[in-house]
């Protein structure tokens, strides 16, 4: 039985009466939101809500009531379930049954209602694509274009689908900061989801887990964000690799690499860094102190913080460990998952610091209790926006082995909260996107017996070599556990965002443009380091940012721009588009860039001023090199792709078709992303509102006697 202190049970109340209140619109990285999150300003300004909340709950209930029963009149369906499996590709579901592959669920669907390749976005990447889903509306409606977007006074990358807003008030005191009002994040994603939409009309909707809903958004309904979720440290996921010698080689680019201090024989002590301190100025960590005893036979190890333990075993993924850190009087909490790589010397993996959703100290939840509720029901789970650790596998840190069982692990949550939520939900909408499909072809591509990959193949285990066959086996599974828990009267719907293929060779875009003389370097620079370190940007027309995009240096837009907005802009993007267009790669003779577009010919609305000015769509097998996805320059434009993460998705949306299915006939063809929204509302008896582009898709509705019963 978990001991609350008085002031944890106030502060728990208020949080539960606060239910249905908005959620923090922002996150501070993450110092100053933890200083306010526990401050008596927050807490007062709860408690006032709350019970302004609890008086107008009958007059709110009664009209939600009256919205709910005049539109389930006009439905086809008493409640629809809308399934997100990211990133399973049309062509290779097809390919994998062919081969003999048994997919009963999948199959059985097709029978019965639906199955035809769907439409992504262009680009065929999951901020835009997932975005579009969720909106109906192009990328020009709903403002994202990439995972990452430039800061026009810094030429610098930021992430899109959100934006950090410090507090507006702080006194200073020497090195001291105290935040005197409210940090907030700005959901940057524009128009309207369709779980708002309905929300409108009465429809209640559980939303999990769809990614770029992160800060969860005020709606009819409960919600789990997702993709775009940072970590305790503010970052999209960030590691700790602990080795005990210094002369180890670990080569790693990303994370952060530790030593481990010997405190006896087999004994060992370390620190885990967190966020930054939210009362420092500069760049201060707190940190927590932690052990690991190492048994002399190396088939364990104990790990030790604070009040927390738990027996590690070589190679195996721990269950959630909390972790706490503490600034003065605040403390700040998250949980973590351990491997141990290696006994001897000792090498110990230590996930990036994901938010406590039993203590949340910045919402990732709607309403903010959600979460709390979860992991009391349920157990601690995933709450950081990419869960499963890529870039531990990338930098060789996390074996594929553990890596496959940290996803199977995190899709074992996400189920559980899914079939919770079905079980609750009996009139309404059930939304949630589940990504291992997408994780495993990432990193297991070049297993595929054509995938032709330059990166290592170290082989091993049938587990390791099928990885992606069985993970469409075990999507299929899925729908094994699910169909018998549907009623006639419920409409199922199961999109990915994009397919998969292989990405063997890097094109160093920002190279090129420095090769053309689009992007000019400092006098006496020929090549720059990270971050564009050595450019002139008053000589500079154009620069790449993100996997898909280029922008013009253009004047009054950039900081320092020179190209003139208008005819001198235009022929620029059509000068570069051209010379793209035509570019060979010339090992192969392959071409490099499929298309290539000014943003205008592909997108429509009042946020085109924010799309790169030139969007890109790469030949398959062909992708941005990772030295140029975060802008450095060097005298060679082509590249192997060695690392693991071998299979992508940034080309063109007609190579990599999604898959959609349904249990019910759709009387349109050519299904879209785009056409998902729309098709669920009228499903739900919702008249799509008029900004929205997608088609209906028209699904046959339910038997009215059984809709009604």
């Known amino acids: 039985m978990i001991k609350y202190s008085v002031r944890k049970r106030l502060v728990f109340l208020l949080l539960l009466l606060a239910g249905s209140l908005a959620p923090l619109e922002a996150y501070v990285g993450p110092g100053a939101g933890f200083a306010f999150a526990g401050s008596f300003f927050f807490i007062f300004i709860a408690f006032f809500l709350a019970f302004f909340n609890f ?189 005990e010698t210094r002369q180890e080689s670990t080569d790693i680019w990303e994370g952060m690499t530790e030593i481990l201090e010997k405190t006896g024989p087999g004994s060992f002590r370390g620190l885990l860094r967190g966020p930054e301190h939210p009362f420092r100025k500069g760049r201060h960590y707190l940190s927590t102190a932690f052990t690991l005893q190492v048994d002399p036979s190396g088939r364990w190890a104990d790990f030790r913080a604070g009040r927390a333990g738990v027996r590690l075993e070589p190679d195996r993924i721990s269950h959630w460990i909390p972790v706490e850190f503490r600034a003065g009087l605040i403390r700040i909490s998250g949980v973590v998952q351990l491997v141990l790589s290696s006994a001897d010397p000792v090498r110990l993996y230590v996930s990036p610091i994901h938010i406590d959703p039993a203590k949340p100290s910045m919402p990732v939840s709607h309403p903010k209790i959600f979460s709390v509720y979860l992991s009391r029901l349920l157990g601690s789970f995933a709450t950081l926006g990419m869960a499963e650790d890529t870039t531990a596998v990338n930098e060789k840190v996390l074996s594929e082995d553990a890596f496959l069982q940290q996803v199977y692990r995190t899709q074992e949550e996400r189920e559980k909260a899914f079939f919770d939520s079905l079980s609750k939900v009996r009139s309404g909408m059930v939304v949630q996107v589940f990504e291992s499909t997408d994780r495993i072809q990432h990193m297991f591509w070049r297993y595929l017996p054509d995938a032709d990959s330059p990166a290592e193949i170290p082989g091993g285990s049938d587990k390791i070599v099928h990885a992606i066959r069985d993970s469409y086996r075990a999507m299929d599974d899925f729908l094994g556990r699910l169909r018998p828990r549907l009623r006639k009267s419920d409409l199922l719907i199961i999109v990915s965002d994009h397919g998969f293929g292989p990405f063997n060779r890097g094109f160093h875009l920002n190279s090129w443009l420095h090769k053309e003389g689009y992007l000019v370097l400092k006098d006496g620079k020929n090549e720059s380091g990270k971050w564009f370190a050595d450019v002139d940007w008053s000589r500079s027309r154009a620069y790449g940012q993100g996997l898909n995009g280029i922008f013009l240096n253009l004047k009054g837009r950039e900081k320092q721009g020179i190209v003139v907005p208008g005819r001198e802009a235009e022929a620029l993007k059509r000068e570069i588009c051209e010379k793209l267009g035509s570019l060979t790669d010339p090992r192969s003779g392959s071409r490099v860039i499929r298309q290539a577009w000014p943003s205008e010919a592909i997108y429509r609305g009042p946020y085109l001023r924010n799309a790169p000015d030139v969007v890109l769509g790469y030949e398959k097998g062909m992708r941005v090199s990772w030295e140029s996805a975060v802008n450095t320059i060097g005298p060679e434009l082509y590249a192997d792709n060695t690392r693991w993460w071998s299979g992508d998705h940034a080309f063109t949306r007609d190579q990599v078709p999604g898959i959609f299915f349904s249990n019910r006939p759709i009387r349109e063809s050519n299904p879209a992303l785009l056409d998902i929204a729309p098709t669920v509302l009228s499903a739900m008896g919702v008249q799509p509102p008029a900004f929205m582009e997608g088609r209906d898709l028209g699904v046959t509705a339910a038997d009215s006697t059984e809709k009604s019963a």
């Open 55 to 243: 008086i107008t709950f009958p007059i709110r209930a009664l009209v939600k009531y009256l919205k709910r029963r005049r539109t389930l009149k006009r439905s086809g369906f008493k409640r629809a379930v809308i399934v997100g499996f990211d990133g399973m590709d049309y062509h290779l579901l097809n390919r994998f049954r062919s081969e003999g592959l048994e997919l009963p669920n999948f199959t059985a669907l097709e029978k019965e209602g639906t199955f035809a390749p769907l439409w992504s976005t262009e680009p065929p990447i999951s901020p835009v694509a997932w975005s579009t889903f969720s909106t109906g509306v192009n990328p020009g409606k709903h403002n994202i274009f990439d995972f990452l977007t430039t800061d026009r006074g810094t030429y610098m990358p930021r992430i899109s689908c959100s934006d950090i807003l410090p507090p507006r008030r702080a006194l200073r005191i020497g090195k001291r900061v105290l935040p005197l009002s409210r940090p907030r994040i700005e959901l940057l994603r524009k128009s309207k989801s369709f779980w708002k939409v309905a929300g409108e009309h009465g429809i209640f909707s559980s939303v999990l887990r769809v990614p770029f809903t992160f800060p969860p958004e005020k709606f009819y309904g409960n919600m789990l964000s997702g993709l775009g979720t940072p970590d305790l440290r503010g970052t999209q996921g960030s590691f700790s690799f602990y080795s």
